[in-house]
């Protein structure tokens, strides 16, 4: 059993940063990919960005490549989405998720676990 909870969102100008933090909790973490998806009002979640288990590898969608960073740290069962040059079309719900492996990538129909989520609202 693995527990999510996300925090870091909230409101900031277009071209602004946020850092998202997912705390994990069970012993399972430290063997598991993870990873933050989005979703916008009235649509399905999509992935964003995913980490291997051990930090090396990770994969980021097309629209948020060179702005996102996501990285871990096991010792804290953590992990992080550093979010820069923020747009409005940014503006979602953050979910972290726990892959069923401990591989780079994996999407949505292949999570676990889910956090509650965190908004992220970026402003013109």
């Known amino acids: 059993q693995v527990q999510l909870v996300e925090s870091g969102g909230g409101l900031v100008q277009a071209g602004g940063s946020l850092r998202l933090s997912c705390a994990a909790s069970?012993?399972?973490?430290?063997?598991?990919?993870m990873g933050w998806f989005r979703q916008y009002p009235g649509k399905e979640r999509e992935f964003v960005a995913t980490?291997?288990?051990?930090?090396?590898?990770?994969y980021y969608a097309d629209s948020v490549k060179g702005r996102f960073t996501i990285s871990r740290d096991n010792a804290k069962k953590t992990v992080y989405l550093q979010m820069n040059s923020l747009v409005p079309e940014d503006t979602a719900v953050y979910y972290c998720?726990?892959?069923?492996?401990?591989?780079?990538?994996?999407?949505?129909?292949?999570?676990?676990?889910w956090g509650q989520g965190t908004q992220v609202t970026v402003s013109s």
């Open positions: 998720a726990a892959s069923g492996d401990s591989g780079s990538y994996f999407d949505k129909e292949s999570a676990d676990y």
């Open positions: 069970g012993r399972t973490f430290r063997s598991r990919g």
């Open positions: 980490i291997d288990w051990s930090g090396g590898r990770t």
